[in-house]
């Protein structure tokens, strides 16, 4: 499975829009791009996946390049119960490698 | 979405017991789940895949005699972490995928295991 690069930590202003960027530049082409967030303490949460196109759903919104090297995560309105540590993975079956993930902190 | 839960959510044991953490898909059935350990302050490491009526399969460096899985049906598997030493203290997460054919895994709630 390729590699992420994520960087460690982020903070966003609670109301505004946090932009989670993922480099995974040797991604194949038949690897999805998945992000998961894990609040302490807790079992990891799906988020968003996506392939080529750009992804909507309730949660967040997933922009991936035309090359596919690159994807950003979109929390489009951060909230304190955002604060995560949120981890991009790239993968073609279900075994999940995680990273080292971006920790987020959304402050008042 | 689907749901897996874990059970127990914590538990502490004396060294040289064995801990046994149990693992369910309560609304799909899951021929296959994940067993992950996260210490404190890391990222959640795979140690094994547990299949469904067969042997699991252990990533490089998880000792299979000390980690034992059982996957005896479709919706639940169970960790035994046998003769738990202090070192063996951490946070064990199980996941299962869903039904969807994209690798969307569902996680429970997690295990923490404090051994004394």
């Known amino acids: 499975d390729a590699k992420t690069t994520q960087p460690p930590s982020m903070d966003c202003a609670e109301g505004r829009a946090a932009n989670l960027p993922c480099n995974h530049s040797t991604i194949s082409g038949n690897e999805y791009v998945y992000w998961y967030r894990q609040i302490h303490s807790q079992g990891p949460q799906y988020i968003i996946h996506g392939l080529k196109n750009n992804e909507t759903n309730e949660m967040a919104s997933l922009i991936i390049t035309e090359d596919r090297k690159s994807s950003t995560l979109i929390l489009p309105h951060a909230t304190l119960r955002d604060t995560a540590v949120y981890y991009c993975?790239?993968?073609?079956?279900?075994?999940?490698?995680f990273g080292t993930g971006t920790r987020l902190q959304v402050f008042p | 979405g689907a749901v897996v839960s874990q059970h127990p959510s914590r538990v502490i044991c004396k060294s040289g017991t064995s801990v046994k953490i149990e693992c369910r898909s309560l609304d799909f059935q899951a021929t296959t789940m994940f067993w992950y350990r996260q210490f404190p302050k890391q990222s959640l490491m795979l140690m094994a895949t547990?299949?469904?009526?067969?042997?699991?399969?252990?990533e490089q460096g998880v000792e299979k005699d000390k980690f034992l899985i059982n996957h005896a049906s479709l919706t639940l598997s169970t960790l035994t972490v046998t003769s738990a030493h202090p070192e063996d203290s951490s946070f064990y997460i199980c996941?299962?995928?869903?039904?969807?054919?994209?690798?969307?895994?569902?996680f429970g709630e997690g295990s923490r295991l404090t051994v004394l």
């Open positions: 547990s299949n469904e009526g067969s042997k699991a399969t252990y």
């Open positions: 996941s299962a995928p869903g039904t969807r054919a994209t690798g969307e895994l569902f």
């Open positions: 993975i790239v993968s073609r079956i279900d075994k999940l490698i």
